[in-house]
């Protein structure tokens, strides 16, 4: 947990979890280290402004079901669950309207809420997600990101289409897995780390390029000089960004999910608007069309275990955010 | 040819087509036989009604352009090419809106004008389809129907749904390969014939089950109770039909490609404004955007070759429509 | 109230309602005639099968808070509400997935717990939807109805469409208002009775045609031989249902609302499958999305005022009932 | 016409046309000034590299057909006619997949080939759109840039929607009258003329605010605090396109018209992603879904007649082109 304001996790016992009326405690089987548990880890400005110690940070899990509160009718002790992370109003337009990804009083697992890097958490009836047995741990707890890059891929048909992929992390690997799982034509994934392309073609990449060679030119050789039908941001990276609406065909889509530390100028004219480009801003899952979708990429064949280069002891939590710093690892897997 | 009215076909000789000026001329490499060129063989009343002999047949194709009019611009000698069989007016509502399928005034091939059961057919330019030499002749001549069947599966998403196709004649199997290569999560097939769900099996068919078991019933084990996201009726059976109703879920989709040969009383009640369903009819292919995700599918790795029973010489074309007649057949493909 | 099994209702003093944690007390400052109240207090075969008395009827309505249990935080004393009148389960996959309107577990207000023909009724705060004071009451009280025709016409785009609205009972007099709110072109609408034709001039029918006359002829007439783009099915008459798929133009839109009470016999091929159309079944509302968009339909000008034909005391509510089976009425609203 | 390179236009006489094969000619009876032709008239960079003088200018137009090519179907002489300003290709990947507009190979009326600044101008038949009479020609020559801003605003549903539309230049004028006729719930517009926000609550707007006022605090005021629906940017002033991103709610929609002179910075993080917002880039006309969509809003009651503020004769083209530079008109219509 974080203990205290500063750098650093600390490792403590604290009282089992008991669970309010709507609540269900669980016991966690694995939980994952996301960029944003590696952002409170190093205390950076965002950090500092957001959480109030002490907090139990990870919002990636998966575990069973050991205690119900009075209210709860849904799920019971013994059932297996991962968690949506986002804990919503259910009263806002959003809310309302099925677009609870984007609800405006939200709160997160792991940041507003104790989370799951612990031996159980407590969490609402409302954000749990029952999981086939048939998933192992260690990849039932990454639904929650995985959600992520189904929610960015499948905005819109990907089937047939020709994709690319900017940005090889954990949310670039599960968008270039899901795509070709939904049958895309074409799939050319780029980054900066050989390594991480080399992960990219163990997930289906039909081509992975490094951000300095010259992606445009081999995309327009890949596809007849058409450019690619759908582009997936999941960098960050102002220069993968610029990518994306340059390698897309006119009337494609772009889906943007990686997250800028800085201001981007766009070209809009150029860029989007001669082009006619659909682009979709892209946050957390929408609750629960993804989560259905994914369960049933799962059923399909989707194959995410090359993402997971790491499984540790929830203990050794503090070499898993080494790996993360260093770049050299696809997911980090904590079991508790 | 069709040379005469009455039943049967006649291998003739006849000159060698010249080209409009926008026409080009093809060699043709390898044909497919359609349950439509069935019923003009056996001239039952619908053929009567619609084919003015003498007409050569033949709508689902695949060959070598040889000669092109003096205004094509788009194609050359050597290009390999398929056809959209539906020669759209290109002028009426549905043509300059994006839906030249139901075009109003629309001619095909083989039916209004002759067709491909030949050595070569002439062709307007704007019905080739530019087709890659990496896809065998006999897998390449079925685009037009394979197209009927990406049509039907892809009016909205399939990825990651549990899917439910009535029928296994070759429309239905090449539903369930798109469905498989798409994503699906779950597919299951209904025939009455054991010889064609045994090929819906070989296409990617999750359960492959006989018309008189108790489908509704295998579907909710299957489903946890929830019925199919999605129906596609390929066979025209009324019992089908309703079975495709009674199967998905509230909200769900049917879609209607299988012809029936009479009314089908319909309880719109409890079958479609209850469950709050969305039905889409579908004829032909999108005009070229169908061609195009198909064109993907087959890069995606779409395999459609058990749907091949059988490979002829275009002289043995009256063994091919007895094939047809048994039932004991996927697709029959000629070569001239 | 409904007090014993068997026709009629009576009048009847009851305690006033307490509200559930979750609940809210409203005073009913109008309520309105529905269809099912009429088959309810004729008390035939459907109402015996489904209501078990004593209960108190009604499920259109408006009122204000009068009392909120102790876990309402969304509204207060003296809001004013109308109601969603199907209280949703919140835990199946159609209420997980923005689909409530087909859950699965629903119950409805005045059919399966007490509704508003009534001083007082007390509702869950989910049901509740928040009314501008600018809406009088016998028009606030509408909503529930009139969201079914605002859920029908908006299942697609309409701004522009030419359209057919067949019935013009209280749904299809809605669909009529919202559809010219809505910017369509032309709207041709049918009803057997001359009264309701009338009432569909009032609200914006550019043609109010008698069921017998050759309606499609005229709408070839009106629009340039091409048919309607949208259909509205608000009727359950099966020849409505037939006038719908043969006036729609090849690659349209059917929605169908009206509730058959037998099987209607279809010709799939040339009503739904060559002409390429999409069909909705329509049941209910989208929760809340139809209730927005209600919301802003009436800030556009939408008005539903020559719908409502009489408005009578809550105690004779025998005469309403009478103007119902009669036919000469649209809307008839109480107030207790 | 342009007769040399350099600033201004001559005015001269030069042959009739003759059409080609399948194009008509057609008597102009009116065509208005765009920005575009502005720019030409002044002879800035873009038109220097554009533009190959001698060239007739004008793509807005409206006129009777007194030819036709000998080819020609679909148009007889006599008829009246606006034009497409797009000649599009028809055999690249947009032009076959309903996406003409963004063909890669289209031209344009009046810059690449002889425009509408004439008494006679002759065009390709495919982009001919037949006009009702009931239009009056100054309005009917409209229908080109009123087509760009009915694509704007029904990329999506506006019907019950609040929105925001930031330029009241003639295309924001537009945008307004048709989000207007479409039954927008509220509609607030800004610009910095007070000339041109006069003209705005003519067309229909709810609120029309000077550029430098609070705007957002007013959305907010006027929204129950959630922001607008969609927002449209018509004026291509990047604070235009911020305030944009800013005043829509979460899961809204924002379309960019408005061509942007220099790079905009956007916070793609808080502007887009966070928010889930879908965006399009806007350019020309579907081809002729908007057309369709734009004759059926006329009918529907779509008044524009404000927006044209001044008629002239076509020799005091001048006038015309000092009125727009000044900022003082809406639109300029000339009559040959």
């Given at each position: 947990?974080?203990?205290?304001?500063?750098?650093?996790?600390?490792?403590?016992?604290?009282?089992?979890?008991?669970?309010?009326?709507?609540?269900?405690?669980?016991?966690?089987?694995?939980?994952?280290?996301?960029?944003?548990?590696?952002?409170?880890?190093?205390?950076?400005?965002?950090?500092?402004?957001?959480?109030?110690?002490?907090?139990?940070?990870?919002?990636?899990?998966?575990?069973?079901?050991?205690?119900?509160?009075?209210?709860?009718?849904?799920?019971?002790?013994?059932?297996?669950?991962?968690?949506?992370?986002?804990?919503?109003?259910?009263?806002?337009?959003?809310?309302?309207?099925?677009?609870?990804?984007?609800?405006?009083?939200?709160?997160?697992?792991?940041?507003?809420?104790?989370?799951?890097?612990?031996?159980?958490?407590?969490?609402?009836?409302?954000?749990?997600?029952?999981?086939?047995?048939?998933?192992?741990?260690?990849?039932?707890?990454?639904q929650e990101?995985l959600g992520n890059?189904v929610h960015?891929?499948?905005?819109?048909?990907?089937?047939?289409?020709?994709?690319?992929?900017?940005?090889?992390?954990?949310?670039?690997?599960?968008?270039?897995?899901?795509?070709?799982?939904?049958?895309?034509?074409?799939?050319?994934?780029?980054?900066?780390?050989?390594?991480?392309?080399?992960?990219?073609?163990?997930?289906?990449?039909?081509?992975?390029?490094?951000?300095?060679?010259?992606?445009?030119?081999?995309?327009?050789?890949?596809?007849?000089?058409?450019?690619?039908?759908?582009?997936?941001?999941?960098?960050?990276?102002?220069?993968?960004?610029?990518?994306?609406?340059?390698?897309?065909?006119?009337?494609?889509?772009?889906?943007?999910?990686?997250?800028?530390?800085?201001?981007?100028?766009?070209?809009?004219?150029?860029?989007?608007?001669?082009?006619?480009?659909?682009?979709?801003?892209?946050?957390?899952r929408?609750?629960?069309?993804t989560w259905?979708?994914l369960?049933?990429?799962?059923?399909?064949?989707?194959?995410?275990?090359?993402?997971?280069?790491?499984?540790?002891?929830?203990?050794?939590?503090?070499?898993?955010?080494?790996?993360?710093?260093?770049?050299?690892?696809?997911?980090?897997?904590?079991?508790?």
């Amino acid at each position: 947990m974080k203990a205290a304001a500063g750098p650093g996790l600390e490792l403590r016992s604290v009282p089992d979890p008991t669970p309010a009326a709507d609540e269900v405690v669980i016991r966690v089987k694995a939980t994952s280290l996301c960029g944003t548990d590696s952002h409170i880890y190093q205390w950076d400005d965002w950090a500092r402004s957001r959480i109030r110690p002490p907090r139990i940070l990870g919002h990636e899990m998966y575990g069973e079901i050991v205690e119900t509160g009075r209210s709860v009718t849904a799920f019971k002790v013994g059932d297996l669950i991962a968690a949506e992370s986002h804990v919503t109003c259910g009263k806002c337009f959003q809310c309302r309207t099925g677009n609870a990804h984007v609800c405006k009083n939200y709160t997160i697992l792991g940041i507003d809420r104790d989370g799951s890097f612990a031996e159980y958490v407590s969490l609402p009836e409302k954000v749990c997600w029952r999981t086939s047995p048939e998933i192992p741990p260690e990849l039932a707890c990454l639904q929650e990101p995985l959600g992520n890059s189904v929610h960015t891929v499948l905005t819109e048909d990907v089937t047939g289409h020709t994709v690319l992929v900017t940005g090889c992390g954990p949310t670039g690997l599960f968008a270039i897995a899901v795509a070709r799982t939904a049958g895309a034509a074409l799939i050319v994934a780029t980054d900066v780390s050989e390594y991480r392309l080399e992960l990219a073609r163990k997930v289906g990449a039909t081509a992975a390029l490094p951000a300095q060679a010259d992606v445009p030119g081999r995309i327009l050789d890949l596809t007849d000089g058409e450019g690619v039908d759908d582009a997936f941001e999941m960098s960050g990276h102002p220069s993968a960004v610029h990518l994306c609406f340059r390698c897309v065909k006119n009337a494609g889509r772009v889906a943007l999910f990686g997250i800028p530390n800085r201001e981007v100028p766009l070209d809009l004219a150029n860029e989007i608007i001669f082009k006619g480009l659909r682009i979709y801003g892209i946050t957390g899952r929408r609750i629960f069309d993804t989560w259905y979708r994914l369960g049933g990429l799962f059923q399909a064949g989707l194959d995410i275990r090359p993402v997971v280069t790491h499984t540790l002891p929830l203990e050794e939590f503090r070499t898993g955010f080494e790996l993360i710093h260093s770049g050299q690892c696809g997911k980090v897997v904590l079991i508790p």
